[in-house]
């Protein structure tokens, strides 16, 4: 019976489940008898009980957070030129853009003379909200969930301010200065 919960419990908890903490609490109780039973009923030195006491309790006590989500994959491949009017804020330094694309929309920010990034603007805290991230309008550097307050850094996509703690979702780019490519 025990070795049967205590699979069940690890297939699910590597596949990345969450559960309520009456559960958590009943599978934590059901893998300290298991564990106390088989160090109880084999003979086991003291410092191998110790380790597996240690790695049953470390690997017990992980679990995913409900609010963090990863930004779904989107087939993206889209070129545009800055001599465009429309894309003429990248030819400067910290110009940026907003663009159709990606999950959420994509964000085009000009990071320095050779580089481009591309982000996309859903937030990665709370995917399901399907909130944006918008440029700071006093830091054109930063960029802001106005859902969860959560900020990120522009010129490499990590985050400044919580409670978000995945950095932006980023797109491969090719800037050649005039043109840029973005795919993933």
């Known amino acids: 019976m025990f070795s049967s919960s205590l699979s069940r419990f690890f297939d699910c908890a590597s596949a990345g489940c969450t559960f309520s903490k009456a559960t958590i609490n009943i599978k934590k109780a059901i893998l300290s008898k298991f564990v106390f039973l088989f160090i109880y009923t084999t003979k086991v030195n003291r410092l191998t009980a110790v380790i597996i006491i240690i790695c049953t309790v470390s690997l017990s006590n992980c679990r995913r957070r409900d609010t963090q989500h990863f930004v779904p994959n989107v087939q993206v491949n889209r070129n545009i030129s800055t001599n465009l009017p429309q894309y003429n804020d990248l030819n400067f330094i910290n110009g940026w853009v907003y663009l ?85």
């Open 100 to 184: 159709d694309g990606g999950y959420n929309g994509l964000l085009a920010f000009r990071a320095n003379l050779e580089e481009v990034k591309v982000y996309d603007r859903q937030a990665p805290y709370n995917v399901i909200d399907q909130c944006r991230i918008y440029v700071d309008t006093n830091n054109s550097n930063i960029a802001i969930d106005t859902c969860s307050g959560s900020e990120w850094l522009l010129l490499d996509g990590q985050v400044l301010k919580g409670p978000a703690s995945y950095p932006l979702k980023e797109y491969q780019t090719v800037f050649d200065g005039t043109n840029l490519t973005i795919t993933n």
